[in-house]
């Protein structure tokens, strides 16, 4: 394996996994305090709406999300969140993952990432503001 961090250096094997961990935990070091738990709507109400975040996957239901989340080794200890909206009368769970200054901060997560039941390349940038102005619509828990 080789991995380009920032700054365009590569690194290969072991090495190579050390060093882009390294990289995707400084990125998120300043929500890894609430990391041991499966956020909600109201953390994500609480960011700043000129961040962004990954939307990883959108479900029918909240044990969908809850399921999806503990069965992805590659989220464990990291900020996920996950809120509830309504389209066309039905309610969809949507997961996130961190809360990003910028889409290239976001980007190089997205790209380090090793999910099991999704592809990561279908993980979408998205605004907060978008997001939260989503959540407003909808009656969260």
Known sequence: MTSQIQG???????????????????????????????????WLMRQSEQAVTLQLVTLSSEQQIERFVAQEEALKDLPVA??????EGRLLYVATLGVFADAAAAQRVKESLQLRQVETKEAWIRPLDEIQAQIRTTLQR
């Open 8 to 42: 365009g250096a590569r690194v290969s094997g072991l090495a190579g996994r050390v060093v882009l961990i390294i990289a995707v935990l400084t990125t998120l070091v300043p929500m890894l305090a609430q990391a041991d738990e499966l956020n909600k709507a109201q």
């Open 82 to 87: 996950y809120y509830r909206y309504q389209k």
